[in-house]
């Protein structure tokens, strides 16, 4: 295809503010691109249409909106097995750490992990990437977590990075997170092999390090240890931060200077001046604090603290399995509507879940 019209265009998302209100909106509008390139985004009726090739291949939106390809920034899309039953456990009243304690939640993805090659890892990833480029999704940050030694957590990488060359699928960057769930052993030794011989062979495959910072999880200290490590070995740093509980993640992220601090849940109106006042940008995850039982994540409340906001999906198979940006994006901020409000009071009670 070399020259494509799309027109009858409801509303035309273009990101510039200069052309339209927020976000750049134009109304009846038409894009054609050329060989990927967009040519031409207005208003229809600005539209040469005569001065098109004759093989231009049209697209009738038919009233529809047309918006950029969107970004995923936090997925964890390289895994085996799945953890089904957690969703009843949840519905039954169990809490994440409960889950965790009873050998379920990241610890079991880990072990089914362990059992693949890279081979078999990318196989499983791509029919997520697939699923996600058909939800619109054209770019996708995949994280490892599932290996926690050196070498699984390089097979995932390796396994996202085999993404990248399928014109397929979506662009795929990709972020080591090798503090995920807490060793059985020696932590101290675990945190030296990271900073040592794991961020240096992340550096080969990564272009972020990321570390969940919460109880249960990685405390303050820990993370910062592994995080300064990498932005030594010039490596960008994202967060896990106050998902679970109010930990310091947010302050740590702010004053690290980290690219995002990623589900905040839990973080106070400090926490979010501060990132605002270090540029880290806020990534919300509301299929997951759906998905917990939680408070919904702070999406207003990011805006108006001056930050700039995110939305992702978290896309990993314990606590939110969908690879939907539009199902994430429609979910609704904090402070919004009595239904979110009772599903997440209720904790999504049995006779809610038996009827999704
Ligand atoms: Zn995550």
Redesign the pocket.
């Known amino acids: 295809m070399s020259t494509l019209l799309v027109r009858r265009i409801g509303s035309l998302c273009t990101c510039d503010p200069q052309v339209g209100p927020p976000p750049g909106v134009i109304e009846d509008a038409a894009l054609t691109a050329r060989d990927g390139v967009i040519t031409f985004a207005g208003r229809e009726t600005d539209l040469n249409s005569s001065a098109l090739p004759l093989d231009t291949v049209e697209v009738d939106a038919s009233g529809l909106a047309v918006v950029p390809g969107f970004i995923d920034a936090?997925?964890?899309i390289v895994w085996l097995g799945e953890r089904s039953e957690e969703y009843a456990q949840r519905a039954g009243g169990w809490t994440y750490q409960e889950i965790a304690a009873a050998g379920g939640g990241i610890r079991a993805t880990v072990r089914d992990t362990a059992r693949g090659d890279v081979d078999a890892l990318a196989a499983a990833a791509r029919e997520r990437a697939r699923r996600m480029l058909r939800h619109g999704t054209t770019t996708v940050e995949i994280?490892s977590?599932y290996g926690l030694t050196k070498a699984a957590e390089m097979r995932q990488l390796d396994a996202a990075l085999r993404l990248r060359s399928d014109p397929g699928l979506p662009d795929v960057v990709a972020t080591y997170?090798p503090l995920h769930a807490p060793p059985e052993g020696d932590r101290e030794a675990f945190i030296d092999a990271v900073c040592i011989q794991g961020i240096d062979a992340a550096a080969q495959r990564a272009r972020f390090v990321?570390a969940?910072c919460d109880e249960g999880a990685f405390t303050v200290a820990e993370c910062e240890r592994v995080l300064t490590a990498a932005r030594a070995r010039g490596l960008g740093i994202k967060l896990?931060a106050e998902q679970l509980s109010h930990s310091g993640g947010a302050m740590l992220a702010a004053r690290l200077g980290a690219v995002s601090a990623?589900?905040l849940e839990h973080a106070g109106e400090a926490d979010l001046r501060a990132l605002a006042a270090a540029s880290v940008v806020g990534v919300v995850?509301p299929g997951?604090a759906l998905v917990l039982g939680g408070p919904p994540p702070p999406g207003r409340q990011i805006l108006d603290a001056g930050a700039r906001l995110a939305v992702a999906t978290?896309c990993?198979p314990g606590t939110c399995y969908s690879e939907s940006m539009p199902l994430m994006v429609s979910l609704p901020p904090r402070g919004a509507p009595p239904r979110w409000a009772s599903w997440t009071a209720d904790r999504c009670a049995p006779e809610c879940a038996a009827t999704q």
């Open positions: 936090h997925t964890h994280k977590g997170l990321d969940f896990h990623d589900h995850l997951a978290d990993n």
